[in-house]
């Protein structure tokens, strides 16, 4: 099993930057994909990106795609999502979840493992 806390949401202006954090524990942390997903007020959990457990492969939503950049740091335990350019539609509680397979998906029912979520408010 592998437990999973993300860290670094915040407040911030339309246009700004963030960098979410996601800290796992457990030795095999390599051996997982990760995923990032989001939930807006009254509205589903949506796929945001997802990286392999090697860190090859990467996917986006098309609502971030060039906006957003997955990575993860295996000698940390520790996946990453850096915002930039951000807009208030970015606005949603910003979960971190792990399946342990070589790849990600966009399926959140696919992913097993979730942290508790950071809160991410964009003001306009």
């Known amino acids: 099993q592998v437990q999973l806390v993300e860290s670094g949401g915040g407040l911030v202006q339309a246009g700004g930057s963030l960098r979410l954090s996601c800290a796992a524990s457990?030795?095999?942390?390599?051996?997982?994909?990760l995923g990032w997903f989001r939930q807006a007020p009254g509205k589903e959990r949506e796929f945001v990106a997802a990286?392999?457990?090697?860190?090859?492969?990467?996917a986006y939503a098309d609502s971030v795609q060039g906006r957003f950049t997955i990575s993860r740091d295996n000698t940390k335990n520790t996946v990453y999502l850096q915002m930039n350019s951000l807009k208030p539609e970015d606005t949603a509680v910003y979960y971190c979840?792990?399946?342990?397979?070589?790849?990600?998906?966009?399926?959140?029912?696919?992913?097993?493992?979730w942290g508790q979520g950071t809160q991410v408010t964009v003001s306009s």
């Open positions: 979840a792990a399946r342990r397979t070589y790849t990600g998906t966009s399926f959140l029912n696919e992913y097993p493992y």
């Open positions: 457990g030795r095999t942390f390599s051996t997982y994909a």
């Open positions: 990286i392999s457990w090697g860190g090859g492969s990467t």
